[in-house]
């Protein structure tokens, strides 16, 4: 059998995040409940029992905000048209002040074993500034229900580089997620995107980024902070206790395949990246009339240098690098003899950075380089 990823896209918000540019809507209450029936039409649609499910993931938009019964019907579709396996990560994404006690009970109960709750900070000015619905006191009751409900591998994501906030900020954030005993956080540099309220903010001077060299100070602050209380920085933004590492994100940085379903979700398949539309009334008619095929946008169909080169991109992502064999293994060539050019000139130019007085040419640095190399291989 293949083993393969879920997404599930649920696009639906009570209130959509400032800095925000998802595929994700508020004010659309009356279209949750067709595009439920069509998400589940799409599931069954490409069912196989020849697909090994290894994780689940329920992004959005905010999952959290639809009444759970829909979140168990989608469950319950994938475990009756797959195989589904016995260790398998299903993670949700809440939102405070879209889950109470009685949902977050629901979803242990229907085998959801981890949650990412989103907070982005504790500074509940912050928190206004940028269009959160909820207060820091909010997601700590969440939290406490969650582990109440017998969550006990929990995500936080917090964002670095908001509108007019300080380091200290940032320390009381982390100190306090730390305390909270969490096995999983998710540090996120704020981008701004293109046709956002926070672009628009920040433009008109109703809002100030802090300076780059701040920003920098309060990742490595973050980092360090971590580090020291025992989290592991496996991944550029992402740090997680022994154990407790998101295994559907690890997968796709490992360029495992995966399959989107649900507007706008992308899918990785037999060395094909694909995604479905993003509009979600033409999403929802192209399902109710059969005509799946209309919503999928092929985006491409990777040569084998393509596959490489993204193998290496992705890779680099981790923090533990890649494996030279793990990249022989899957390609049958060691990526030193692919990419020797590239490594030649990386290492001419650290050699001429560290001796300017001795390697003063690019091309001295190179035949050096190319003696080093040599060596090494």
Not at 17 to 33: A, G, L
Request: proline letters at 2%; aromatic letters at 12%; one cysteine or more.
């Amino acid at each position: 059998m293949k083993e393969i990823g879920v997404y599930i896209h649920i696009p639906f918000c009570k209130s959509k995040c400032y800095y925000c540019d998802f595929n994700s809507f508020s004010n659309k209450e009356n279209s949750i409940n067709d595009y439920i029936e069509c998400l589940k039409k799409e599931i069954i649609n490409k069912s196989s029992f020849e697909y090994l499910i290894k994780t689940i993931y329920i992004g959005g938009g905010t999952p959290s905000y639809i009444d759970c019964k829909y979140i168990e019907e989608i469950l319950g579709i994938l475990r009756n048209h797959y195989n589904i396996s016995e260790d398998v990560e299903i993670t949700i994404e809440v939102n405070p002040g879209t889950a109470n006690k009685d949902k977050l009970e629901k979803y242990y109960a229907i085998g959801i074993n981890r949650l990412s709750i989103g907070l982005q900070t504790s500074n509940n000015q912050i928190l206004k500034s940028i269009g959160r619905i909820h207060s820091f006191e909010q997601y700590k009751q969440t939290i406490d229900l969650a582990k109440q409900a017998g969550f006990s591998n929990i995500n936080s994501d917090i964002i670095i580089g908001l509108p007019s906030q300080t380091i200290y900020d940032i320390e009381d954030t982390i100190n306090s997620l730390i305390d909270m005993g969490l096995q999983h956080i998710s540090v996120y540099s704020l981008i701004i995107e293109e046709g956002t309220v926070l672009e628009n903010k920040i433009k008109n001077k109703e809002l100030k980024l802090p300076d780059e060299e701040i920003e920098r100070y309060m990742y490595w602050f973050a980092k360090r902070k971590l580090e020291k209380n025992g989290f592991k920085h496996y991944e550029i933004s992402n740090f997680a206790k022994p154990g407790f590492v998101s295994k559907h994100n690890l997968d796709c940085w490992n360029q495992k395949e995966y399959i989107g379903f649900g507007v706008s979700a992308s899918s990785y398949e037999n060395k094909t990246r694909f995604s479905n539309i993003g509009n979600l009334d033409e999403y929802i008619k192209n399902i109710n009339t059969n005509s799946f095929e209309k919503n999928y946008i092929i985006e491409e169909k990777q040569t084998l240098e393509a596959e490489q080169n993204e193998f290496m991109i992705l890779g680099l992502r981790k923090i533990s690098g890649i494996r030279i064999n793990d990249f022989r293994k899957k390609f049958g060539r060691s990526p030193l003899i692919v990419y020797e050019k590239q490594i030649k000139e990386l290492i001419a130019q650290e050699l001429i950075a560290l001796d300017v007085d001795s390697i003063k040419l690019t091309k001295k640095g190179l035949d050096f380089a190319n003696l080093v190399w040599e060596e090494f291989i």
